[in-house]
């Protein structure tokens, strides 16, 4: 046989898929050297949205028995003029991001509201029925009946971060707020926990 026919019998090589194989090796690259993690002030809108809001945040309870509160739902972004009550956040507010959660048993809701600042603010921390972040309801669940009316407890939570945290907290049952009203223990618990919780989350 000739050296000619030789070649033209040997088998061609496989043909290489050039984007398949790009993709292997920046997963593999990926796994190696990840992203750096961004700066804490641009966290608010590189981190996806279940990491800023967790599906389940844990708490304790005034007993000392442990609480877990779930993610009831997420509002899209808007501006801080609609999200805060005026006396909560000032000028310098960039966007305001928003959840509700309800603890395991359902007796109790509370919305978390982030404030993205343009300069970071201060220290600011009370309970009782602040100013502070307007709850957001969600239909089919134990916020479906959570509004302005119905938080009881609030809690704003500023540092030297670009971020206000607030939380309003109430009963998931729809009974108003009345001047007055006794709070119980929970209700700041829940407005303090969760504040402390999201704010640790966004800044740790």
Do not use: K
């Not at 030789?6 to 992203?35: F, G, H, K």
């Not at 700066?39 to 609480?67: D, K, L, M």
């Not at 972004?77 to 999200?83: D, F, G, H, K, S």
């Amino acid at each position: 046989m000739s050296e000619c026919n030789a070649r033209a019998s040997l088998p061609s090589p496989p043909e290489v898929d050039v984007y398949q194989l790009s993709i292997v090796l920046l997963s593999i690259m990926s796994a190696i050297w990840p992203a750096p993690e961004p700066p804490v002030s641009e966290r608010w809108h590189a981190w996806p949205v279940a990491q800023i809001f967790p599906a389940t945040v844990p708490g304790v309870s005034p007993s000392g028995a442990r609480v877990t509160y779930l993610l009831a739902g997420v509002a899209p972004e808007a501006p801080c003029r609609t999200a805060f009550q005026p006396a909560a956040v000032r000028r310098g507010c960039r966007v305001a991001l928003r959840a509700t959660y309800a603890d395991s048993t359902q007796t109790f809701v509370a919305t978390v509201g982030i404030a993205v600042l343009d300069m970071p603010g201060r220290d600011y921390f009370r309970v009782g029925r602040p100013a502070t972040v307007r709850p957001v309801a969600f239909p089919r669940g134990p916020a479906e009946r959570f509004g302005e009316r119905q938080y009881f407890a609030g809690v704003v939570l500023r540092s030297d971060e670009r971020y206000v945290v607030a939380t309003a907290a109430g009963y998931a049952d729809g009974r108003p707020y009345r001047p007055g009203d006794r709070l119980a223990p929970r209700l700041r618990d829940t407005a303090r926990q969760l504040a402390t919780e999201l704010y640790r989350t966004l800044t740790r």
